[in-house]
């Protein structure tokens, strides 16, 4: 298996697109975070997820883990009202017996993830303590979870205690079978959960030491010893299962062609040569952010069905009624009968949004109408890089949203949305933190969408008669609330050196404006 590390990026990227689509709700925010056990929290529409390094094996068995936990917080997602803390036994029990309901019922849907969730139940099985290391009435919950979830213990326990622990698996898979039989939720279960608490003599509140899916650094396990232990998860398996291929289940080729993918993609948007950071460009780090609010889809769909129609040369109609066409004498006097001629755009564009304090009673609606641009940027496949500014700590900050060799993709847009309309419009000093990017890049425009007077009009002069110097189009956009305040912008920017300005008064017309320009 390849030895190279995806990136958090395209983690989350490909762990909010799975969590959204296996849960069926499209609001869900990712977290990758070393600090907790992989965990949902229902009210704030987030997962956290255990890293990637934290776990142990190839890289792709640790995309694995990765994955098949995050399958199960998706169907927790779809199927739990509640999940509780595992800090103590009724909570860890009453999760428990959900992980095992949320398998069952998504193992309905989702038919092709039997492998996958016994390769994770393999480790899962290594990952948890012998139970010699574990004390007090701890021991006896810690016996019951893996007696309920594998069929077996790690280490031995007193003969009086296994009894208990045997009953209470009985009943919990008594209980388990009648809420999926009766479709029974989580609040069923919870009313029961106390039986289970008596049966073990333990008390709810008792204190749960956790034990995170993944085991310390230099242990990792040999393919025979991970074989082993599939081959021993396969057989107490088979009665949910039916028959388990474990070699088949090892090699994981139905994930691997996904898992290839995803670093060819990483691969391609690994920065080279000359890094943002290096030059004063910074990239926003991932944050627990909706992006879905600044999804305007009526918008991007509208946009995307005009240009269709303009890449294309073809436009289609749905009517009622209309006169008969008669095909063959139409043919036999147009010849040919039609021609495909696809336009394209090969211009090269770099993107710079103003995010300064005066754009903040608008941000939301700006961000939807520049990520609009975005998506039919990307649908038209054209070449672009966006950037934008802000104040942060009084110090300004050019931001790289999306470099040229990247897709446009939910990361973008999650950097796009975090973005803060704060400070002045110190455009000189960001051309200045960009000259470098653009030296190298050399794009044939440089737009730039700005709603105010730049802080210093001669130095911005000056850095827009060194970019023009480059061979690269400066055009301005001037933004304002009327259509008279935006002409006046627009107006006292062409002063400033930019060979074409335009006014905007609606935001939702920036895609159009700026398509127009490419097209010309």
């Given at each position: 298996?390849?030895?190279?590390?995806?990136?958090?990026?395209?983690?989350?990227?490909?762990?909010?697109?799975?969590?959204?689509?296996?849960?069926?709700?499209?609001?869900?925010?990712?977290?990758?975070?070393?600090?907790?056990?992989?965990?949902?929290?229902?009210?704030?529409?987030?997962?956290?997820?255990?890293?990637?390094?934290k776990r142990i094996g190839s890289n792709f068995q640790k995309y694995r883990q990765f994955r098949a936990s995050l399958w199960y917080e998706a169907m927790r997602i779809k199927f739990c009202k509640k999940i509780l803390s595992n800090d103590h036994a009724f909570?860890?029990?009453?999760?428990?017996?959900?992980?095992?309901?949320?398998?069952?019922?998504?193992?309905?849907?989702?038919?092709?993830?039997?492998?996958?969730?016994?390769?994770?139940?393999?480790?899962?099985?290594?990952?948890?303590?012998?139970?010699?290391?574990?004390?007090?009435?701890?021991?006896?919950?810690?016996?019951?979870?893996?007696?309920?979830?594998?069929?077996?213990?790690?280490?031995?326990?007193?003969?009086?205690?296994?009894?208990?622990?045997?009953?209470?698996?009985?009943?919990?898979?008594?209980?388990?079978?009648?809420?999926?039989?009766?479709?029974?939720?989580?609040?069923?279960?919870?009313?029961?959960?106390?039986?289970?608490?008596?049966?073990?003599?333990?008390?709810?509140?008792?204190?749960?030491?956790?034990?995170?899916?993944?085991?310390?650094?230099?242990?990792?396990?040999?393919?025979?010893?991970?074989?082993?232990?599939?081959?021993?998860?396969?057989?107490?398996?088979?009665?949910?299962?039916?028959?388990?291929?474990?070699?088949?289940?090892?090699?994981?080729?139905?994930?691997?062609?996904?898992?290839?993918?995803?670093?060819?993609?990483?691969?391609?948007?690994?920065?080279?040569?000359?890094?943002?950071?290096?030059?004063?460009?910074?990239?926003?780090?991932?944050?627990?952010?909706?992006?879905?609010?600044?999804?305007?889809?009526?918008?991007?769909n509208g946009l995307k069905t005009k240009f269709k129609e303009w890449k294309s040369g073809w436009k289609e109609q749905n009517l009622r009624s209309g006169d008969e066409f008669d095909e063959e004498n139409y043919i036999e006097g147009n010849e040919p009968f039609?021609?495909?001629?696809?336009?394209?755009?090969?211009?090269?564009?770099?993107?710079?949004?103003?995010?300064?304090?005066?754009?903040?009673?608008?941000?939301?609606?700006?961000?939807?109408?520049?990520?609009?641009?975005?998506?039919?940027?990307?649908?038209?496949?054209?070449?672009?890089?966006?950037?934008?500014?802000?104040?942060?700590?009084?110090?300004?900050?050019?931001?790289?949203?999306?470099?040229?060799?990247?897709?446009?993709?939910?990361?973008?847009?999650?950097?796009?949305?975090?973005?803060?309309?704060?400070?002045?419009?110190?455009?000189?000093?960001?051309?200045?933190?960009?000259?470098?990017?653009?030296?190298?890049?050399?794009?044939?425009?440089?737009?730039?969408?700005?709603?105010?007077?730049?802080?210093?009009?001669?130095?911005?002069?000056?850095?827009?008669?060194?970019?023009?110097?480059?061979?690269?189009?400066?055009?301005?956009?001037?933004?304002?609330?009327?259509?008279?305040?935006?002409?006046?912008?627009?107006?006292?920017?062409?002063?400033?050196?930019?060979?074409?300005?335009?006014?905007?008064?609606?935001?939702?017309?920036?895609?159009?404006?700026?398509?127009?320009?490419?097209?010309?």
């Amino acid at each position: 298996m390849q030895s190279l590390q995806l990136q958090n990026d395209s983690l989350i990227e490909i762990a909010t697109f799975l969590v959204r689509r296996w849960s069926e709700k499209e609001n869900i925010i990712i977290e990758i975070s070393d600090k907790v056990e992989t965990k949902t929290r229902l009210k704030e529409n987030k997962v956290i997820l255990t890293p990637l390094e934290k776990r142990i094996g190839s890289n792709f068995q640790k995309y694995r883990q990765f994955r098949a936990s995050l399958w199960y917080e998706a169907m927790r997602i779809k199927f739990c009202k509640k999940i509780l803390s595992n800090d103590h036994a009724f909570g860890f029990i009453l999760n428990t017996i959900e992980t095992k309901r949320v398998e069952e019922l998504g193992r309905k849907i989702w038919k092709g993830m039997d492998d996958e969730i016994i390769f994770n139940y393999a480790y899962m099985l290594v990952s948890r303590p012998q139970l010699h290391t574990v004390y007090g009435k701890a021991r006896t919950v810690e016996a019951f979870y893996q007696y309920f979830m594998f069929g077996a213990i790690k280490g031995e326990i007193q003969s009086s205690q296994f009894e208990k622990i045997r009953l209470a698996d009985t009943f919990a898979k008594k209980i388990l079978s009648k809420a999926i039989k009766e479709n029974y939720d989580t609040e069923w279960l919870e009313k029961n959960v106390s039986e289970i608490i008596k049966i073990l003599e333990i008390d709810s509140l008792l204190t749960i030491p956790i034990s995170l899916p993944f085991m310390k650094a230099g242990m990792p396990l040999s393919e025979e010893e991970l074989l082993k232990i599939l081959k021993i998860v396969s057989k107490s398996k088979e009665s949910d299962f039916g028959e388990i291929d474990s070699s088949s289940v090892l090699k994981g080729d139905s994930v691997y062609d996904e898992y290839k993918v995803l670093l060819d993609e990483n691969k391609k948007t690994e920065n080279k040569g000359l890094t943002p950071e290096a030059i004063g460009v910074q990239i926003p780090s991932t944050k627990n952010i909706d992006e879905t609010v600044i999804y305007d889809m009526s918008l991007i769909n509208g946009l995307k069905t005009k240009f269709k129609e303009w890449k294309s040369g073809w436009k289609e109609q749905n009517l009622r009624s209309g006169d008969e066409f008669d095909e063959e004498n139409y043919i036999e006097g147009n010849e040919p009968f039609f021609s495909d001629v696809k336009k394209s755009i090969k211009t090269k564009i770099v993107i710079l949004l103003d995010h300064s304090s005066s754009i903040s009673s608008n941000a939301i609606e700006y961000k939807k109408a520049t990520l609009a641009l975005c998506e039919v940027l990307a649908f038209l496949k054209v070449k672009f890089a966006v950037y934008a500014f802000n104040t942060e700590n009084r110090s300004v900050i050019c931001w790289s949203i999306k470099s040229d060799n990247m897709k446009w993709n939910n990361i973008t847009a999650k950097r796009l949305a975090q973005i803060d309309a704060n400070g002045s419009t110190p455009l000189a000093e960001v051309y200045d933190k960009m000259f470098p990017i653009l030296q190298s890049k050399r794009p044939d425009i440089f737009l730039t969408l700005t709603d105010g007077e730049p802080s210093d009009p001669d130095a911005v002069r000056n850095m827009t008669k060194s970019l023009k110097s480059l061979g690269i189009t400066m055009v301005a956009m001037g933004l304002g609330p009327n259509t008279l305040r935006a002409t006046t912008i627009a107006n006292n920017l062409l002063h400033l050196g930019y060979e074409k300005t335009m006014a905007v008064s609606r935001l939702r017309d920036i895609p159009n404006k700026v398509i127009s320009i490419l097209d010309d």
